[in-house]
């Protein structure tokens, strides 16, 4: 059985810089294999962890509609997009990373998100864990991409209207009764210490906040340069902050 977290939140928070990290910390100081899944159709995890991402879940389901439009004979298109779909995991030191990608035409992403669904289930038994970047916002939620969680990181920044996110966040979970085990809050690029009205919101959302991250000038000039954060020396404070935070939710 595979260790699932989800991480979630507000766009702009620095979520798929935590996940980068995340994934990190289970390779540094858990038992790997990792399977890491960008489920952002705006993938933007490839470049944190430092891999090219020629081929996504999006892509292939493009061709494979066409095809079928075609007429082209054989098997159903979900089965023939499965087939495929060993094209798009690509395989680094550690860990594996699976590209929802953006569709390249007009149509929702509905048929992408349920063949991640489907592939989870199957893929995630040869992982002891699986770390899913999720879109931002709430739509991914309404879609059950996060859907058998067994951990759900949802990140803020220390602003009203991040931490009001992270609440609604946690309550569309209760209202779809999605299948989630643990939920935190972890506040992102902090600058001093958190204001009292900050955390008088974060009391009153009944989320558990795990802990903070300082804003961080090694980030932002990595970012400025192109280095993947996944890089990040170990005399970062975010990534120092990090590592805190994930040793004490005492992951199996």
Do not use: W
Not at 99 to 123: A, D
Not at 146 to 169: F, H, P, Q, W
């Amino acid at each position: 059985m595979s260790f699932n977290i989800a991480v979630a939140g507000k766009g702009g928070t620095g979520k798929t810089s935590i996940s980068g990290m995340l994934i990190r910390y289970l390779l540094e100081k858990k038992s790997g294999p990792v399977l890491a899944v960008d489920a952002d159709a705006n993938s933007n995890l490839p470049d944190v962890l430092g891999v090219d991402a020629e081929v996504t879940i999006g892509k292939l389901r493009e061709g494979t509609k066409h095809a079928h439009a075609g007429g082209a004979a054989g098997t159903p298109q979900q089965e023939t997009l499965e087939m495929q779909i060993s094209q798009a995991l690509i395989e680094a030191k550690g860990f594996d990373l699976l590209v929802m990608g953006r569709s390249e035409g007009p149509g929702c992403y509905c048929f992408p998100n349920h063949i991640i669904r489907r592939l989870m289930h199957k893929l995630s038994e040869n992982y002891p864990y699986v770390v899913m970047d999720n879109e931002a916002g709430l739509e991914h939620l309404s879609r059950r991409t996060s859907e058998d969680t067994d951990l759900l990181l949802i990140i803020s920044d220390s602003s009203v209207r991040g931490l009001k996110t992270a609440k609604t966040v946690k309550d569309l979970i209760a209202e779809l009764e999605l299948r989630v085990g643990r939920i935190g809050l972890i506040v992102n690029r902090l600058q001093g210490e958190l204001a009292p009205e900050s955390k008088a919101i974060i009391e009153s959302m009944g989320i558990p906040l795990l802990g903070t991250i300082p804003s961080d000038d090694l980030i932002f000039k990595y970012d400025t340069e192109g280095k993947p954060l996944f890089q990040l020396p170990a005399e970062s404070v975010a990534l120092n902050a990090a590592f805190g935070i994930f040793e004490s939710l005492n992951i199996p």
